[in-house]
């Protein structure tokens, strides 16, 4: 019966398009647009797009080829001995000054493979943390993370600044958050992949890669793979090399395999330094991206490390980047076209 129904209004249909075509003059014939028509119409459309993404990361200044800072973070400790910690005062100013300047978090695997996705006129930052430390993400009996930990500091400040996204990236050896129970340690990682945030490894053990043979580095860095994948099933995108030291050849630790473990990362991080070059430039060098400290300007610190970046950053805006708030191009000033990598030129947006 329905079926009835359906070709009654069809048919009904038909016949007002055919009373609409004679009382429109009673021509017999129909004019289609041909394909040049429709293929000029599409390129005008197209225009007028381009035309309008120009404009919009021209009234940004958007800066796709700029510099990233990635800072890296140890354990976040009240009254924290010299070196790499900071104090849980310490990490939330610095939190909130990153917010206060318009930086938006991404992840090192959404860095490292060009989805930065964030809104225009905002600059991307990674936040990374080493050597799974309990002071990092401690969780309570209802899976909420300790207020003082650093995950727990930066959901808070998420709260405060909308827009201000809370990820991370989280690079694990095997003291697994202080869990040394397996289903604890399947806990903690998946509240963090459930929240978004990054796991990345660090090797197992965190041993010195420096002047390990090949067979050796490919070991701790498939034991590191597994000990996550054997948990949350989730391979991990990027590695972090502990103490920031290469191996003889920097593409072990890129690509290799041990026993039945195969890793094929889409970045390797060092230990620090300098601010990161845009996935997008001909710069940025996969097997080696420099992070900065997290630290005041204390010693080597007042030129190398998070606070003196950050302020190079703010002083030489044109210097870093700025998002044009459309994932799919990669917006810059003109003059910077020879720096895009060829492999993103087909998405280049130059004003």
């Not at 129904?5 to 075509?21: D, E, F, M």
């Not at 290799?256 to 473990?261: K, L, M, P, R, S």
Request: glycine content about 8%; some cysteine; overall charge positive.
């Amino acid at each position: 019966m329905g079926r009835f129904r359906v070709a009654g209004i069809a048919a009904a249909s038909l016949g007002a398009v055919a009373l609409s075509a004679c009382a429109a003059g009673g021509s017999k014939h129909v004019t289609h647009a041909s394909p040049a028509g429709h293929q000029q119409s599409n390129a005008a459309a197209g225009a007028a797009q381009r035309k309008s993404e120009t404009a919009a990361a021209a009234q940004v200044k958007a800066n796709e080829l700029g510099q990233v800072p990635v800072i890296m973070y140890h354990r976040i400790v009240k009254n924290p001995p010299p070196g790499d910690d900071r104090s849980p005062k310490d990490f939330r100013d610095e939190l909130e000054r990153l917010a206060a300047e318009d930086y938006v978090p991404v992840t090192a695997a959404e860095y490292t493979t060009g989805k930065i996705d964030i809104p225009a006129g905002k600059h991307p930052v990674v936040l990374t943390f080493d050597d799974s430390s309990p002071s990092q993400l401690t969780l309570d009996g209802m899976g909420n993370p300790a207020p003082d930990c650093a995950v727990g500091i930066l959901m808070d400040v998420a709260k405060k600044h909308p827009g201000f996204r809370p990820v991370a990236t989280m690079y694990v050896i095997k003291d697994l958050f202080g869990k040394a129970r397996q289903e604890e340690q399947i806990q903690v990682l998946q509240w963090l992949k459930d929240h978004n945030f990054d796991i990345g490894n660090h090797t197992r053990d965190h041993l010195n890669l420096l002047g390990k043979p090949k067979a050796e580095v490919e070991k701790q860095v498939a034991a590191g793979q597994t000990l996550i994948t054997a948990l949350i099933k989730t391979p991990p995108v990027t590695l972090a090399l502990p103490y920031g030291n290469q191996p003889h050849e920097k593409k072990w630790a890129l690509q290799g395999a041990d026993g039945g473990t195969r890793y094929d990362y889409k970045g390797v991080f060092l230990a620090g330094y300098t601010p990161s070059p845009s996935p997008f430039t001909k710069d940025f060098d996969p097997v080696g991206i420099p992070r900065i400290r997290s630290k005041e300007k204390v010693g080597d610190c007042k030129k190398f490390c998070s606070m003196a970046w950050l302020d190079w950053l703010k002083a030489n805006p044109t210097d870093r980047y700025t998002s044009d708030g459309n994932p799919n191009t990669v917006a810059f000033p003109k003059f910077k076209a020879a720096f895009v990598a060829p492999s993103f030129t087909s998405r280049a947006l130059p004003y």
